[in-house]
């Protein structure tokens, strides 16, 4: 059938685009996502073939944040929402607190063939991307850092440097610069990576806040190596800087799919979910934009070229050389208490 798209914030009922057939509006859900490049990618990629195979209206809202609105939907008993795309934890937080469902992976079995740190009895892997290690080619043409020992070491990589100014993958980061490996860093050593990071602070130019920061600031020249998303840097890159990163001792992370508790086309968003992360729809999502698929079976098609393979932060060879990030440990007690810890450690 078709997707209705809408990317401002906040209204979850659109318009259509064309006509809607009597079957296809009985038949439909509201997906949510974070609107922009990315969700006219996933349009495109995942979102359009979906209807159409499924025979269903998608009805797209978009949203920077979608937690607060998950929390007031569900909270209200009458949720508008069906299926959200959303940071992991949200879908795990949310599923402890009662506010979103509990998926039956019998009746998803794309998602049930998907490895189990990949899933969640709450959610689904959809997109993932990485926090890695960049650096500008001007400054280091050879002999590039591609650790992250290498970016706390001032004396034999001199430059200015940035971090982003959040938790998530930076502890991580302190903590493989401190010697632990990446498959073993969870539960995080909280302690060792404040300590970690209070080494490095000093050399930290800027602490950003958005992806669209990070990535001016190497575009720009203003840093001379830090923490970015990959996708950030390899699109500066295709502007012509000189810039590079390595996916070595990158955290790898993802966004997940989850149905808001009380969903009100829930039968037909259970056939979405598992309809999305179908592995040859997976495998268009790189082809539009630089996110790498959700279900690492979308390698196994001939959808995605051994070249662009190579680019994509969960092929196989390199996910094996990242940490992927533990969601289930973030949301719990001791990673919210990181969270909090967080703004004490900036605010010295």
């Known amino acids: ?14 318009s259509a685009i064309g006509l809607v057939t009597s079957a296809s509006a009985a038949e439909q859900i509201t997906f949510v996502s ?14 359009d073939p979906s209807a159409k195979k499924l025979g269903i209206t998608i009805n797209q809202d978009s949203i920077p944040d979608a937690w607060p609105a998950i929390k007031t939907q569900v909270g209200s008993g009458k949720p508008i929402w069906d299926v959200v795309d959303t940071p992991t934890g949200n879908c795990l937080r949310g599923g402890e607190q009662g506010l979103i469902e509990k998926l039956d992976f019998s009746k ?9 740190s990949y899933r969640s ?16 080619q001007k400054t280091f043409p050879k002999d590039a850092p591609n650790s992250w020992a290498d970016f706390w070491d001032v004396k034999k990589f001199p430059g200015r440097r940035a971090l982003r100014n959040h938790p998530f993958a930076t502890l991580e980061a ?10 073993k860093l969870y539960p995080l050593d909280v302690d060792r990576a404040f300590k970690k990071l209070e080494e490095i602070k000093p050399a930290i130019t800027v602490w950003w806040t958005s992806g669209a920061q990070s990535a001016q600031l190497l575009n720009d020249g203003e840093v001379d190596m830090e923490m970015a998303w990959n996708g950030r840097v390899s699109a500066v890159a295709k ?28 039968d037909t968003a259970v056939k979405f979910l598992n309809e999305a992360v179908d592995p040859v729809h997976q495998a268009n999502l790189p082809l539009q934009i630089d996110y790498g698929p959700g279900n690492p079976k979308a390698f196994e098609t001939n959808v995605i070229k051994p070249e662009r393979a190579a680019q994509l932060p969960s092929e196989p060879a390199n996910a094996a050389k990242q940490a992927l990030m533990s969601y289930a440990w973030w949301s719990s007690p001791a990673g919210e208490a990181a969270e909090k810890r967080w703004a004490s450690f900036m605010q010295k």
């Open 1 to 14: 059938m078709m997707t209705k798209q809408s990317f401002g914030f906040g209204c979850a009922l659109l």
């Open 34 to 47: 974070q609107g922009g490049a990315y969700q006219e990618a996933q349009t495109v990629a995942i979102l």
């Open 108 to 116: 998803i079995p794309n998602g049930g063939a998907m490895p189990e």
């Open 121 to 136: 009895p709450y959610s689904v892997s959809y997109e993932f991307y990485s926090s890695v290690l960049s650096y500008s």
């Open 174 to 183: 302190a903590l493989m610069a401190d010697g632990v490996a990446p498959d």
């Open 239 to 266: 502007e012509g800087a000189k810039v590079a990163f390595t996916y070595n001792q990158g955290i790898l992370q993802s966004t997940s799919l989850c149905i808001l508790k009380g969903a009100p086309n829930l």
